[in-house]
């Protein structure tokens, strides 16, 4: 899916295919978390960045009528909907702060929400 328009003007094609591809990310994690975790998602989309597609192992981590999806779902219309400032800082990347990514060597993080840091660029 190649979505580059601006993301207030999302259609229900691009939602349900963010919604499944962050629904096994956004599970367990707090309001904060999820938000910030989709406003890393927008800020890249919106710098023209690619998205590292998230594959979902198990049909049921993609169902369109799980309560993760409908929460993910949920939290991209809030968001993307201007709901709540971006936490992040304008960051586009992210990851657990329990793993140590080869591309995140050297980088400053420019916030730790929940369980993630975030970085720009």
């Known amino acids: 899916m190649n979505i580059k328009h601006h993301f207030s ?5 691009e939602v349900n295919y ?3 591809m962050l629904q096994p990310t956004l599970k367990d994690e707090s309001n904060d978390s999820q938000a910030a975790i989709v406003w890393s998602i927008r800020n890249r989309l919106e ?3 690619p998205l590292v597609e ?3 192992a198990l049909p049921a981590q993609c169902s369109s009528t799980s309560s993760e999806f409908v929460t993910a779902a ?3 219309a809030y968001v993307f909907g201007d709901g709540c400032p971006d936490p992040t800082s304008g960051a586009t990347c992210f990851h657990r702060h329990d793993d140590h990514p080869p591309w995140a ?3 400053e993080p420019s916030a730790l929400i929940g369980s ?3 970085y720009r660029g």
Do not use: E, W
């Not at 003007?9 to 094609?13: A, E, R, V, Y």
């Open 9 to 13: 003007k999302l259609d229900i094609f």
């Open 18 to 20: 963010l919604a499944k």
């Open 47 to 49: 710098t023209g960045l």
């Open 54 to 56: 998230i594959v979902c």
């Open 74 to 76: 949920g939290m991209i």
């Open 105 to 107: 060597t050297g980088l």
């Open 116 to 118: 993630y840091f975030f």
